[in-house]
């Protein structure tokens, strides 16, 4: 069991930078894949970036792709993704997500068994 509780987010301006974190408590945060997901108002949830357990495997969105940094300690079970130059567009509920152990990263939103509640990024033009 995996709990998960977000930070970081917030209002900024177009071209500016955020970072959230993820929180996770629960043992298995070290042997698990973890990946943040965004949702904007009226639109599916959409995968942004995934890790690896031991952070050598990453992967992106198209959308985010050379703007945002996925990232981990698994010494203070805590996930980051770093975004920068953000685009009005990047506005949205962030989630992050933990796949049950074992299992490797995935860029499929049903591959996630647990989510943190969310954190509002709001990018104003």
């Known amino acids: 069991q995996v709990q998960l509780v977000e930070s970081g987010g917030g209002l900024v301006q177009a071209g500016g930078s955020l970072r959230l974190s993820c929180a996770a408590s629960?043992?298995?945060?070290?042997?698990?894949?973890m990946g943040w997901f965004r949702q904007a108002p009226g639109k599916e949830r959409d995968f942004v970036a995934a890790i690896s357990w031991s952070g050598d495997t990453t992967y992106y969105a198209d959308s985010v792709k050379g703007r945002f940094t996925i990232s981990r300690d698994n010494a203070k079970n805590t996930l980051y993704l770093q975004m920068n130059s953000l685009k009005p567009e990047d506005t949205a509920v962030y989630y992050c997500a933990a796949r049950n152990s074992i299992l490797v990263a995935t860029t499929t939103r049903s591959g996630y068994a647990y989510w943190g509640q969310g954190t509002q990024v709001t990018v104003s033009s």
């Open positions: 629960g043992r298995t945060f070290s042997r698990s894949a």
